[in-house]
Nanobody, 124 residues
Framework: QVQLVESGGGLVQAGGSLRLSCAAS????????MGWFRQAPGKEREFVAG???????YYSDSVKGRFAISRDNAKNTVYLRMNGLKPEDTAVYYC??????????????????WGQGTQVTVSS
């Protein structure tokens, strides 16, 4: 069972940047498709970004052009670089993964493993 641990969250002013990291315990990390989701209070968990085993990337419309997902298979880590942060980006951010391919990136049900989440708060 792979374990995912997020880090890098915090408090930032609007317009600022953060980089989230998600470290996986599994040595076959390169065979996993990975995603980032977020959940704000009172809202459903929503897809933010995904990256396939081969490095193809996918983004929600709300973050496209501001966020960038990447992975370092040698470090078993996936990153989410967040630029131009807005107060509406405030949420708990979760890392998720699954072996192989993902047919529906935005669906939380497509992922088998989840991290515990890291809080991102953007002040206006």
């Amino acid at each position: 069972q792979v374990q995912l641990v997020e880090s890098g969250g915090g408090l930032v002013q609007a317009g600022g940047s953060l980089r989230l990291s998600c470290a996986a315990s599994e040595g076959t990390f390169s065979s996993y498709a990975m995603g980032w989701f977020r959940q704000a209070p009172g809202k459903e968990r929503e897809f933010v970004a995904g990256i396939s085993r081969t490095g193809n990337t996918y983004y929600s419309d709300s973050v496209k052009g501001r966020f960038a997902i990447s992975r370092d298979n040698a470090k078993n880590t996936v990153y989410l670089r967040m630029n131009g942060l807005k107060p509406e980006d405030t949420a708990v951010y979760y890392c998720a993964g699954t072996r192989g391919t993902v047919s529906r990136w935005p669906s939380p049900n497509a992922y088998d493993y989840w991290g515990q989440g890291t809080q991102v708060t953007v002040s206006s």
